[in-house]
């Protein structure tokens, strides 16, 4: 692989790496109160949470753009603060992430459903506090989806363009990720190169839909069972 | 358990973390036309200062964008005035810092092949489509407009443009063969392998480029210092051999 292509590929396994891991603790915690919670409360919040799954990445990358741009009160806290995220490689972690965050809660949220109330109430009712139960009773039932949960985030950090490109714009070995320099080389008529990128993508997505089919499998059938 | 989830990505992480933190390069935003020469220039400025400079290459008018909304970039080299004004009135270029010396013409091409026999701007009527950078906002496409509305043809064919990102998304095109014809710089015209010039522009719009450091930029002593060597003799001879014009004496 041309050094190009190896740098822009470790650069984006690196921010869908990192995005997906620091939303795997509040997606987690979002899951279980969502698997728990009953109510409209619940479902507005799922709603919520659902929402960069069905709005255009584009809508929500000009959000995050309106909200952290320099002149805006986020933007200018940040300033001071001396943090750059906007058109740097954590605006790419940033937009993946929000992108991430439903694929990875969906999932979770359905396994901990899954879960037998009468295994939680055990837990309780042997004295184990709220987190207590949901450290030693409810993450090891639910691992599998959770573990689903997060393949899919990853999956999805390592393609996300719409988002990404509004808020990072496309920075060669900076910010430029798989999906944006295949638009790129594309775009000015790269087409072989922008070929090699999806090779190596098609791959990728392969091995990770792969892994997460076969978790999803065991998964069910464990529950037939 | 859920560590195995980790197991799978924790390498990955460790492996890339490496190069996480920016090294100081110099960035270096430039519009699509300069991409060769700049990328010449900028590994001839690495040999003899040993300074890098890394490229992102665009329109003028998103990298402006970009540069507004706070991208950290240390020098920006416009296709036209208007952005760097822009730029200068929003006090993220300092009044004086700028340099224009650079100019460039405009041409129509089409592919090499084509059947289309194109000859003056009235002949653009009998192409289907025509591909041109976005003319609201992109300098190629401006100055397109502009040509095209100084001789009255604009009204009939604008329904004919293809708007495109970049003066290079233009180009792209005609090379593959998807559109007829385009207009863009005689420099671009010059690096394209399946196009050619079907004639190029007479008394067209004034084009004048801007290049100048960046007031936020962390490392200006070198952002200043390259903007110097690209306007510098070096940088003119560069120029002058992709096909520009260039101004003044220095």
């Not at chain 1, 459903?113 to 055990?122: K, N, S, T, V």
């Not at chain 1, 599998?144 to 920075?171: C, K, Q, Y």
């Not at chain 2, 730029?87 to 010396?101: M, Q």
């Not at chain 2, 007829?180 to 196009?195: F, L, Q």
């Given at each position: 692989?041309?050094?190009d292509?190896?740098?822009?590929?470790l650069?984006?396994?690196?921010?869908?790496?990192?995005?997906?891991?620091?939303?795997?603790?509040?997606?987690?915690?979002?899951?279980?109160?969502l698997?728990?919670?009953?109510?409209a409360?619940r479902?507005?919040?799922?709603?919520i949470?659902?929402?960069?799954?069905v709005?255009?990445?584009?809508?929500?990358?000009?959000?995050?753009?309106?909200?952290?741009?320099?002149s805006?009160?986020?933007?200018?806290?940040?300033?001071?603060?001396g943090?750059?995220?906007?058109?740097?490689?954590?605006a790419?972690v940033?937009?993946?992430?929000?992108?991430?965050?439903?694929?990875l809660?969906?999932?979770?949220?359905?396994?901990?459903?899954?879960?037998?109330p009468r295994?939680?109430?055990?837990?309780?009712?042997?004295?184990?506090?709220?987190?207590?139960?949901?450290?030693r009773?409810?993450?090891?039932?639910?691992w599998?989806?959770?573990?689903?949960?997060?393949?899919?985030?990853?999956?999805?950090?390592?393609?996300?363009?719409g988002?990404?490109?509004?808020?990072?714009?496309?920075?060669?070995?900076?910010?430029?990720?798989?999906?944006?320099?295949?638009?790129?080389?594309?775009?000015?008529?790269?087409?072989?190169?922008?070929?090699?990128?999806?090779?190596?993508?098609?791959?990728i997505?392969?091995?990770?839909?792969?892994?997460?089919?076969?978790?999803?499998?065991?998964?069910?059938?464990k529950?037939?069972? | 358990?859920?560590?195995?989830?980790?197991?799978?990505?924790?390498?990955?992480?460790?492996?890339?973390?490496?190069?996480?933190?920016?090294?100081?390069?110099?960035?270096?935003?430039g519009?699509?036309?300069?991409?060769?020469?700049?990328?010449?220039?900028?590994?001839?400025?690495?040999?003899?200062?040993?300074?890098?400079?890394?490229?992102?290459?665009?329109?003028?008018?998103?990298?402006?964008?970009?540069?507004?909304?706070?991208?950290?970039?240390d020098?920006?080299?416009?296709?036209?005035?208007?952005?760097?004004?822009?730029?200068?009135?929003?006090?993220?270029?300092?009044?004086?810092?700028?340099?224009?010396?650079?100019?460039?013409?405009?041409?129509?091409?089409?592919?090499?092949?084509?059947?289309?026999?194109?000859?003056?701007?009235e002949?653009?009527?009998?192409?289907?489509?025509?591909?041109?950078?976005?003319p609201?906002?992109?300098?190629?496409?401006?100055?397109?407009?502009?040509?095209?509305?100084?001789?009255?043809?604009?009204?009939?064919?604008?329904?004919k443009?293809?708007?495109?990102l970049?003066?290079?998304?233009?180009?792209?095109?005609?090379?593959?063969?998807?559109?007829?014809?385009?207009?863009v710089?005689r420099?671009?015209?010059?690096?394209?392998?399946?196009?050619?010039?079907?004639?190029?522009?007479?008394?067209g719009?004034?084009?004048?480029?801007?290049?100048?450091?960046?007031?936020?930029?962390?490392?200006?002593?070198a952002?200043?210092?390259?903007?110097?060597?690209?306007s510098?003799?070096?940088?003119?001879a560069?120029f002058?051999?992709?096909?520009?014009?260039?101004?003044?004496?220095?």
């Amino acid at each position: 692989m041309p050094a190009d292509d190896l740098s822009i590929l470790l650069l984006t396994l690196r921010a869908a790496a990192i995005a997906t891991l620091l939303i795997l603790p509040p997606g987690i915690l979002a899951a279980w109160h969502l698997a728990r919670r009953r109510g409209a409360g619940r479902t507005l919040i799922e709603t919520i949470l659902s929402l960069p799954l069905v709005l255009p990445p584009t809508a929500v990358g000009l959000l995050l753009l309106e909200a952290l741009r320099r002149s805006g009160p986020l933007g200018r806290l940040l300033d001071r603060a001396g943090i750059e995220i906007l058109f740097t490689w954590k605006a790419v972690v940033l937009a993946t992430a929000v992108m991430s965050f439903p694929l990875l809660v969906r999932p979770a949220r359905t396994a901990f459903e899954e879960i037998d109330p009468r295994l939680l109430a055990m837990g309780r009712s042997l004295g184990s506090g709220p987190s207590s139960v949901f450290r030693r009773v409810a993450l090891p039932l639910a691992w599998r989806g959770i573990l689903v949960g997060t393949l899919l985030a990853f999956s999805r950090a390592l393609g996300e363009f719409g988002a990404t490109i509004m808020i990072a714009g496309s920075i060669p070995g900076r910010t430029q990720t798989m999906a944006l320099a295949i638009f790129q080389r594309t775009q000015i008529g790269q087409d072989a190169s922008a070929m090699r990128l999806v090779g190596v993508t098609v791959v990728i997505a392969f091995a990770a839909v792969w892994t997460t089919e076969i978790l999803m499998r065991r998964r069910t059938q464990k529950a037939a069972a | 358990m859920p560590k195995t989830g980790f197991a799978l990505l924790l390498p990955t992480l460790l492996l890339t973390l490496g190069a996480a933190d920016p090294k100081p390069e110099l960035l270096v935003f430039g519009a699509a036309s300069l991409t060769e020469s700049l990328q010449e220039l900028g590994k001839a400025y690495e040999a003899t200062t040993g300074q890098r400079v890394i490229f992102s290459f665009g329109a003028s008018s998103d990298l402006a964008r970009q540069i507004q909304a706070g991208a950290p970039a240390d020098v920006f080299f416009s296709a036209d005035t208007a952005k760097m004004e822009a730029l200068e009135k929003a006090g993220l270029v300092r009044a004086g810092d700028r340099r224009e010396f650079l100019s460039n013409s405009l041409v129509v091409v089409v592919a090499s092949n084509s059947k289309f026999r194109l000859t003056t701007a009235e002949d653009l009527v009998n192409v289907p489509r025509i591909a041109l950078a976005d003319p609201a906002s992109v300098p190629s496409g401006i100055y397109a407009k502009r040509w095209l509305s100084g001789l009255g043809l604009w009204e009939k064919l604008e329904p004919k443009v293809v708007p495109t990102l970049d003066v290079r998304s233009a180009l792209a095109p005609v090379e593959n063969g998807a559109i007829p014809a385009a207009i863009v710089y005689r420099t671009d015209a010059a690096i394209a392998k399946s196009a050619r010039i079907a004639f190029a522009v007479e008394n067209g719009p004034e084009i004048l480029y801007s290049v100048a450091p960046l007031a936020g930029s962390k490392n200006s002593k070198a952002a200043g210092e390259f903007v110097l060597f690209l306007s510098g003799p070096r940088g003119r001879a560069e120029f002058v051999r992709r096909g520009f014009t260039v101004r003044g004496a220095q």
